[in-house]
C-alpha cells in the first residue's frame, strides 16, 4: 500500500487482472478492489468540490470552501488575519506596510474590548499549555475574563494575575484537579494574589461563573449524547433560564446541565433517559431525578419560546 493522488493512477488489481470493479472511499481516502477486498492505495487526496457549505450565509450554497480560522463564538466580528512584512522567504518586504496595511496591522480595524480579548485568549492559551489544561478550560476561562473586563470587577490588578484567576475559576467549574500552587508555579505568580482576586471574582460574578459552566458543559454533553442542531441551543436557553429563575439554586452545573438535556430532550424526537444522562454526565441517575421533581412544577417558564416541543408535556417525575 501507498500514498496516492486519485487523479495520478489508474488503479487495476494484481490479484484479479482484468478486474474493472475498483471504488473509491471518499470517507477513509481508500482504493479498494471490490473483488478480493485489497487496497490498493490509502490516504488519497480528493480533489472534488466540497459536498457541504462554510459559509455563515447558509443561502449561498454555492461557496463551498473552508478558507480561514475555526468559528469561534468568543470572536465573531474580530479579523484575525495577519498581514506579513516578509515574503515566502523570510525576508523583509522591500518599502515595508503601507499605511492602510499597518493600521490594520495594529488592530485599528477593532474595538478597544476586542482588542483585550484578543490578547487575553492568546495569553489564557499559553498558560493552559503550561499546565496541560483542555479546550473547555481555555473557553472557559476567556469567557470568565470577558464577564471580568465587562463589569470592571479587577480593576487595577495585575493582568497576568486576572488571566491566571479566570483559569482557576474555570477549572473550578469543570472539576478540573489544578490548585491555585500548579498554577502559580507554571506562571511565577504569587499565591496571594490569585486567592485574593478568586474570592472577589467569586463573590461578584457568582451566576456569571455557573452559567458560563453550564454552556461549556451543555454542548460537551450533547456531542457524547449525539444531539445536535438547535436542540442543543434549546438545552443552553433552558438552562440559562433556570439559572436566572433561581429555581435549582445552588446546585452543581452538572446538575442543572442534566435537568435541562432530560427536559428539553423528553419534548423532542429523541428523548434521553435518565441512565443515559447521567452516565454521560457522571452523577448519580437519583440526583438527577430529585432535581427534575423539583423543576417540574415550572417547566413551563424553563422552555425556550422559540422551542417547538413534539409532546405537549414532559413526563411527570
Not at 136 to 164: H, P
Not at 185 to 211: H, M, Q, W
Not at 230 to 249: F, K, Q
Request: with cysteine; glycine share 6%; hydrophobic share 35%.
Amino acid at each position: 500500500m501507498h500514498n496516492a493522488d486519485a487523479d495520478d493512477f489508474e488503479y487495476e488489481c494484481p490479484r484479479c487482472p482484468g478486474n474493472k470493479r475498483i471504488i473509491e472511499n471518499h470517507k477513509t481516502g481508500d482504493v479498494v478492489c471490490l473483488n478480493c477486498g485489497l487496497v490498493l492505495a490509502e490516504r488519497i487526496v480528493d480533489r472534488h468540490s466540497e459536498w457541504r457549505t462554510f459559509s455563515n450565509d447558509d443561502g449561498n450554497r454555492d461557496e463551498m470552501n473552508r478558507v480561514g480560522a475555526a468559528y469561534d463564538p468568543r470572536f465573531t466580528n474580530v479579523v484575525s488575519t495577519r498581514i506579513s512584512s516578509t515574503d515566502a522567504q523570510g525576508r523583509k518586504v522591500r518599502g515595508g506596510l503601507d499605511s492602510t496595511s499597518l493600521r490594520i496591522q495594529t488592530g485599528n480595524s477593532m474595538s478597544r474590548t476586542e482588542r483585550t480579548m484578543l490578547q487575553a485568549a492568546g495569553a489564557v492559551t499559553e498558560m493552559c499549555d503550561k499546565l496541560g489544561l483542555s479546550k473547555n478550560v481555555v473557553d472557559l476561562a476567556c469567557s470568565i475574563y470577558n464577564e471580568i473586563i465587562t463589569g470592571q470587577v479587577l480593576r487595577g490588578k495585575n493582568v497576568k494575575t486576572i488571566y491566571a484567576t479566570c483559569i482557576y475559576a474555570a477549572c473550578k467549574q469543570l472539576d478540573v484537579p489544578k490548585s491555585i500552587k500548579e498554577i502559580c508555579d507554571a506562571n511565577d505568580l504569587k499565591r496571594s494574589g490569585i486567592s485574593k482576586a478568586y474570592k472577589f471574582v467569586k463573590e461578584r460574578v457568582p451566576e456569571k461563573l455557573t452559567k458560563a459552566a453550564t454552556d461549556v458543559y451543555i454542548r460537551q454533553y450533547c456531542h457524547k449524547l449525539a444531539l445536535k442542531g438547535p436542540i442543543v441551543d434549546a438545552m443552553s436557553t433552558a438552562s440559562e433560564n433556570i439559572l436566572a429563575r433561581g429555581h435549582l439554586g445552588g446546585r452543581n452545573p452538572k446538575t442543572i446541565c442534566a435537568v435541562s438535556i432530560y427536559l428539553i430532550s423528553q419534548l423532542s424526537s429523541t428523548p434521553k433517559s435518565f441512565k443515559e444522562i447521567a452516565t454521560v454526565i457522571d452523577i448519580g441517575e437519583q440526583t438527577v431525578r430529585h432535581a427534575y421533581k423539583d423543576i417540574y412544577p415550572n417547566w413551563g417558564e424553563v422552555i425556550p419560546t422559540n422551542f417547538a416541543p413534539v409532546s405537549a408535556s414532559p413526563p411527570p417525575p
